[in-house]
């Protein structure tokens, strides 16, 4: 079965330190791997992706990805967190069973709270 | 409009109450897809529109909740009887292509509460 697991329900750093959400998958295939964000009483935030290529994806807000093979991990980092970093992330992978292979739905992640302290 | 618009935000109903939550995705979104997020969890999948052919419900919890986007463009998600089990925000997402490297775009939610 495909999954995505968070280890952490919480991480907690102070403002201006680097910031690590870590993020394990499992699927068959080559993955597709998200992140997006939540704000209180938001929809989710698309943050960055990994299909391809380079296995560091830079994208929104200074967030960057590191897609590592061998460990089937996609850690999310930051190298200065920001106070209004503090929110609610996902890792998601894209369920490539179904459809041939043409777009599935997402697979979640429980989510890891970030808290950052000034 | 500029996203995916969900209404109405919030919701509250009776338990045994029959309830209908909107979704306008993206003007020329192809894919739509309905989550389910229960208070401390990610989402979780349950349906999938390509236009106007539902594709997937596999994820639909009972025969009490359906789906429908007869136009290719707003989608409704109905849930009869509602349970308090019921109780999350329901996420409506829309993406522009049918390729699975398109990222897919969220409303805001619908937070719906049985009582």
């Known amino acids: 079965a495909q999954s995505v697991a968070q280890p952490e329900d919480q991480v907690n750093v102070a403002e201006g330190n680097p910031l690590t959400v870590k993020c394990t998958y499992s699927?068959?295939?080559?993955?597709?791997l998200f992140w997006y964000v939540q704000y209180p009483n938001r929809g989710l935030q698309f943050l960055l992706k990994y299909i391809t290529g380079d296995n560091l994806v830079k994208g929104s807000y200074g967030f960057e990805a590191e897609f590592n093979k061998s460990q089937t991990s996609f850690h999310l980092k930051k190298p200065s967190a920001l106070v209004s970093d503090s929110a609610l992330y996902f890792c998601?992978?894209?369920?490539?069973?179904?459809?041939?292979?043409?777009?599935?739905?997402?697979?979640f992640g429980k989510g890891t709270k970030l808290s950052v302290k000034p | 409009g500029a996203g995916v618009s969900q209404s109405p935000r919030y919701k509250v109903a009776k338990r045994g109450q029959d309830v209908a939550l909107r979704c306008d995705p993206i003007?020329?979104?192809?894919?739509l897809f309905w989550y389910q997020q229960a208070l401390g969890q990610g989402p979780e999948f349950l349906t999938y529109?390509?236009?106007?052919?539902?594709?997937?419900k596999s994820g639909l919890p009972s025969d009490r909740f359906f789906a429908e986007r007869p136009e290719g463009s707003v989608s409704t998600l109905k849930i009869q009887r509602t349970q308090q089990e019921d109780s999350a925000v329901y996420l409506c997402?829309?993406?522009?292509?049918?390729?699975?490297?398109?990222?897919?775009?969220f409303g805001q939610g619908t937070r719906l509460t049985v009582v």
């Open positions: 997402a829309s993406s522009p292509a049918l390729m699975p490297n398109t990222e897919a775009f």
């Open positions: 529109f390509q236009n106007e052919a539902q594709l997937d």
């Open positions: 699927v068959s295939g080559n993955p597709y």
């Open positions: 003007s020329g979104h192809v894919s």
């Open positions: 998601a992978v894209r369920d490539m069973l179904k459809y041939g292979g043409s777009q599935g739905n997402l697979i």
